[in-house]
Structures are given as structure tokens and as C-alpha cells.
């Protein structure tokens, strides 16, 4: 049964195969690149906006305190110059205390910001490393995915010799044929 169903296949029926499987196996190696591209890139963009987010919020709050504390030195500058030497070493006092206040707000500020990026770095690692993890494994597949091709194209290439209808000159004749078609000469 098997020997019929080989020769009834023309060299070039098994010529146009090949091709259709090396070029439906390039489509999917596309695909999964393109697809661990684009994800890749929403990982980073999302990594990104959360970074720019972070560090706009610690902004605001931080620009907040600092127009408090100026409110509040204008306030205490308007009470010195009307009550000019009585309540001088008191607005002195109040002065220092607002900006103590302030610098205290600022080094909090300062610290959760730091904090905020360290863990947006410790996060765009995490996501850089599950990135490099994925592409090992698909590089590991292509290449499996080759093997297994290159194996089933051995294989059929020894069970073509093997139940070959035709005497071993014609068959090499054939091949010759054959492999001069997949790959032309270049001059």
C-alpha cells in the first residue's frame, strides 16, 4: 500500500510540501517573536507610566508642603513688621519652627520617593529577568521545533530511497534534481 501511495507523489509535489512546511514553520516563529515583542514592550511601557506616576505624586505632595510652609512664613512676616521689636524673638521662634517643619516634610518627601523608585527599578528587574526567562524558552523551542523538522525531513528522505519504484541511477538522478531546485545556483 505504501509503495503505491509513494509512487503516485511527483518529486516536485514533494518539493512544493517541503516549502509549504519550511514557510508555515517561519509564520509561527514570526508570530511567537512578535507576539513576546509586543508584550514585552506593554511590560515596559506599564513599568514606565507606574515610574512617572510615582514620582509626580511625591512631587505634588512635596510642592504642597513647600507653598504651606511659605504661607506660613508670609503670615508670620506680617505679624513681625506690625509688631516690629515686642514680637520679633516670637515670630523668630515660629520661623524656625515652620521650616524645621518643612525640612522634616521634605525629608519624609525625599524618602518615600527614593523608596518609590527603588521598588519601580526592583519591579522593571523582575519584569526584565521574566522577559529574558521567556525568550530563553522560546529559543529553546525553535530550536527543538528545527530538530523534529529536520529529523521528519531525514525520515522522508531515507523512506523515499527505501521504497523508491525506480533503479538507484534514476533515483539519483531524481535527487540531484530535486536538491537543485531547493537550492538554485547562484552565478
Known amino acids: 500500500m505504501k509503495t503505491n501511495a509513494v509512487t503516485q507523489d511527483n518529486p516536485n509535489d514533494v518539493k512544493d510540501r517541503a516549502k509549504e512546511a519550511v514557510m508555515s514553520t517561519v509564520s509561527s516563529v514570526q508570530d511567537g517573536v512578535q507576539s513576546g515583542l509586543a508584550k514585552t514592550q506593554d511590560a515596559l511601557l506599564v513599568g514606565l507610566e507606574t515610574t512617572q506616576a510615582l514620582v509626580k505624586s511625591q512631587s505634588k505632595r ?3 508642603a513647600l507653598k504651606k510652609t511659605q504661607k506660613q512664613a508670609r503670615k508670620n512676616l506680617k505679624n513681625v513688621q506690625k509688631s516690629v521689636r515686642p514680637g520679633l ?11 524645621s517643619a518643612a525640612q522634616i516634610a521634605l525629608a519624609k518627601n525625599a524618602k518615600r520617593t527614593s ?7 526592583e519591579n522593571l528587574r523582575d519584569t526584565r529577568d521574566a522577559l529574558q526567562s521567556q525568550l530563553k524558552k522560546r529559543a529553546r523551542r525553535r530550536a527543538r521545533a528545527r530538530a523534529v523538522f529536520r529529523l521528519g525531513m531525514l525520515t522522508g528522505v531515507v ?11 534514476e533515483t539519483r538522478r531524481q535527487l ?3 536538491w537543485q531546485g531547493l537550492f538554485p ?3
Open 62 to 64: 512635596a510642592a504642597k
Open 89 to 99: 524673638a516670637q515670630t523668630q521662634d515660629t520661623l524656625l519652627t515652620g521650616l
Open 115 to 121: 523608596k518609590n523608585l527603588k521598588n519601580a527599578q
Open 159 to 169: 523512506l523515499m530511497l527505501l521504497y523508491a519504484p525506480w533503479p538507484g541511477s
Open 176 to 178: 540531484v534534481a530535486f
Open 185 to 187: 545556483r547562484q552565478d
